[in-house]
């Protein structure tokens, strides 16, 4: 049974854990895959019995892989969370069309992703045209299938649709903020009470975000330091920010490397990561398209970060 508002807003108000898909000769390696979600789900150490929430997203590089393989994999997903978690998938909204069906083949599965997280735009656009194609998609998929929305926000020109769509549409449910935390204030006092969610979406560096009004947020080494991110959130929770961010200055040095020069190390940096640990409960695979294994100067990178954090695997 799908979770009244009420309760999906305060599940989301969590860590969102977006694993790497993990390819092995150009194609996911679903066994590697199994092994990291059961990880994650086995490994929850979020205060008061919450559900662990699972993203498969940019980070994932649901952008390299084809609609019937994104399908195919959110499908794999929801069984081996097995209704126990919340899932959500990425979409790449354009062509809109091609999302709208996207949308409507995942949440005709026996365990559909619980959100949709609409992905930034690519090509040519402006905010007020996402505005109206973006309500009218929510209001059409949530007559169709019941899709409840999170918009990814990247983008600082259309800060003010993206409020707009929170508060003007029963459909879109968050907004991931994935630009600056200059734009936290204004996001979170433009967001109506109770109309929708405001996440932080660039990472586990999410103290100062949360001290100015951010509920959760998005993490890409949760599949490799599972408790740090999971006490950085039970943290904020509940109000303790000198705790979050103790844990986060310990995360911080691998986080920098993900997220230098435009991100280019955020899928890669994980997988290394993965591999560095000696881990037997998670794998990595071998790169993924676009995104081979790091440099070795990077590799060096990598075990240096991991030294610091790897008591929280």
């Known amino acids: 049974m799908a979770m009244n508002k009420e309760e999906l807003l305060d599940a989301l108000n969590s860590v969102t854990s977006i694993p790497v898909i993990p390819f092995r000769e ?3 390696d679903y ?9 994650l789900m086995e490994n929850n150490h979020l205060d008061g019995d919450r559900r662990r929430v699972i993203g498969i997203a940019g980070t994932s590089l649901i952008h390299h892989i084809s609609a019937d393989d994104q399908v195919q994999l959110m499908g794999f997903t929801g069984e081996q969370m ?6 959500m998938a990425g979409i790449a909204p354009n062509p809109i069309e091609d999302a709208e ?3 409507e083949r995942e949440a005709a599965l026996e365990f559909p992703p619980d959100v949709y997280l609409v992905m930034p735009l690519t090509g040519v656009g402006n905010a007020e045209g996402i505005f109206a194609y973006y309500m009218e998609l929510a209001e059409r998929l949530g007559r169709s299938c019941g899709a409840r929305l999170l918009y990814y926000l990247r983008n600082q020109a259309e800060r003010d649709i993206a409020v707009r769509l929170m508060n003007e549409s029963e459909h879109f449910v968050g907004l991931k903020i994935g630009t600056t935390v200059d734009d936290v204030g204004p996001i979170v006092a433009g967001v109506e009470d109770g109309a929708a969610l405001v996440i932080w979406g660039v990472g586990d560096r999410s103290t100062g975000p949360a001290q100015r009004g951010t509920k959760g947020h998005t993490s890409g080494i949760n599949v490799v330091v599972a408790r740090a991110s999971d006490e950085i959130n039970n943290a904020q929770r509940r109000g303790d920010f000198a705790e979050s961010q103790r844990i986060e200055d310990a995360i911080t ?10 991100r ?22 071998e790169g993924g398209p676009f995104n081979p294994r790091v440099p ?6 990598v075990k240096a970060a991991l030294e610091d954090i790897v008591q929280y695997h």
């Open 26 to 28: 150009a194609k996911i």
């Open 31 to 39: 066994g590697a895959h199994a092994k990291n979600i059961s990880y």
């Open 82 to 87: 097995g209704g126990k978690g919340l899932l």
């Open 101 to 103: 069906r996207l949308i």
């Open 253 to 262: 040095a691998l986080e920098d490397i993900r997220f230098r020069d435009g």
């Open 264 to 285: 280019m190390y955020n899928y890669s940096a994980v997988v290394e990561a993965m591999h560095l640990g000696g881990f037997d409960d998670v794998d990595g695979g």
């Open 296 to 301: 070795a100067e990077v590799v060096e990178e």
